[in-house]
């Protein structure tokens, strides 16, 4: 089925960063976007801004993923893109592995599941997994805490699915590199515009571009 002419878009944690970012990208490519925070406050001053959709989305809350993908009747691009970062050992009683998972694993594959009905009806899909450099087995799963734990298993995820995926719907991961966020500090050297590069590029690529990769600059990334 051919793209729709004005895509309908959810972008996790579309607030700040690469998400507000993304969602800007989009929306100048002519896609209607969403972009879901966990803070209301926060996500409409942003989507006023920026002149999109805001929905309530908090990732350890099931039901408000729910509540946002049933109230859109689903959605034609899902941008997989909010994340934590701890800095407790995993092997700490304080460990954030529960709470990485249900993140940046758990939550996304309960949108994914919550839009499948509409990618089935559309016959069209894309779906971006922001993943990162420290989630890459060839990287050595770098990172603090359980961060670069759940980015790998958001990359296996994102390999998996390609089998189950309705046809017309593709699926990848992709590492933004380095972005100067709250999360990657002031000291990187990418701005978010830069980092939303090659998201933007997975979620509007053709019939015949790629699916169950894992990117980095637009080019193929080791797993």
């Given at each position: 089925m051919p793209r729709p002419l004005h895509p309908t878009a959810l972008v996790t944690g579309g607030n700040r960063g690469i998400g507000r970012a993304i969602a800007a990208g989009l929306m100048a490519k002519g896609c209607t976007v969403t972009i879901g925070a966990r803070n209301p406050e926060d996500g409409r001053t942003t989507a006023a801004a920026l002149g999109c959709l805001y929905s309530h989305i908090d990732l350890q809350d099931a039901d408000s993923c729910f509540s946002a993908v049933t109230k859109s009747d689903g959605f034609d691009?899902?941008?997989?893109?909010?994340?934590?970062?701890?800095?407790?050992?995993l092997l700490s009683k304080g460990s954030d592995f529960d709470t990485a998972m249900e993140v940046m694993v758990n939550a996304p594959l309960d949108l994914i599941r919550l839009c499948t009905p509409h990618w089935r009806q559309t016959g069209w899909g894309r779906i971006v997994n922001l993943s990162s450099g420290w989630g890459a087995?060839?990287?050595?799963?770098?990172?603090?805490g359980a961060y670069g734990v759940a980015k790998?298993?958001?990359?296996?995820?994102?390999?998996?699915?390609?089998?189950?995926?309705?046809?017309?719907v593709k699926i990848?991961?992709?590492?933004?590199?380095?972005?100067?966020?709250?999360?990657?500090?002031?000291?990187?050297?990418?701005?978010?515009?830069?980092?939303?590069?090659?998201?933007?590029w997975l979620a509007l690529l053709p019939d015949d571009g790629p699916t169950g990769g894992f990117f980095r600059k637009r080019q193929t990334a080791a797993w």
């Open positions: 691009i899902l941008i997989n893109n909010a994340g934590l970062l701890g800095h407790t050992s087995h060839a990287q050595g799963l770098g990172g603090p790998a298993a958001l990359n296996a995820l994102t390999r998996a699915l390609v089998r189950d995926l309705p046809d017309g990848n991961a992709c590492d933004p590199g380095w972005v100067a966020t709250r999360m990657g500090g002031t000291g990187a050297p990418l701005t978010p515009e830069e980092g939303a590069d090659t998201p933007l």
